[in-house]
């Protein structure tokens, strides 16, 4: 059974840092296609970042430059590195995996998810 435990979000100031955890089990991620997503209020779920199997990586138009994600996989481990936050960034930030090794920036596309953790931003 595939389990996806994200860790990291919080409270933080315009302009700081956070970075996300996604602890995962039952799943190796050095083999999967791994991705971010997030949901504002009011808002439907959006696209974030994915990396694949090789370790390449694309981003939302939103956070290129900004956040990065990355792996460890010793510790079986996905992070989102997010610097410079903006309040716009306010959400729960789901991790997820899929099956297949190739990335996807579409929802459908990822057969695991996370229980997601809230990041807020204030101005």
């Known amino acids: 059974q595939v389990q996806l435990v994200e860790s990291g979000g919080g409270l933080v100031q315009a302009g700081g840092s956070l970075r996300l955890s996604c602890a995962a089990s039952g799943r190796t991620v050095s083999n999967s296609a791994m991705g971010w997503f997030r949901q504002a209020p009011g808002k439907e779920r959006e696209f974030v970042a994915t990396?694949?199997?090789?370790?390449?990586?694309y981003y939302a138009d939103s956070v290129k430059g900004r956040f990065t994600i990355s792996r460890n996989n010793a510790e079986n481990t996905v992070y989102l590195q997010m610097n410079g936050l903006k309040p716009e960034d306010t959400a729960v930030y789901y991790c997820?995996?899929?099956?297949?090794?190739?990335?996807?920036?579409?929802?459908?596309?990822?057969?695991?998810w996370g229980q997601g953790t809230q990041v807020t931003v204030s101005s």
């Open positions: 990396l694949n199997w090789s370790g390449r990586t």
């Open positions: 997820a995996a899929r099956d297949s090794s190739a990335w996807s920036q579409a929802e459908s596309g990822y057969n695991y």
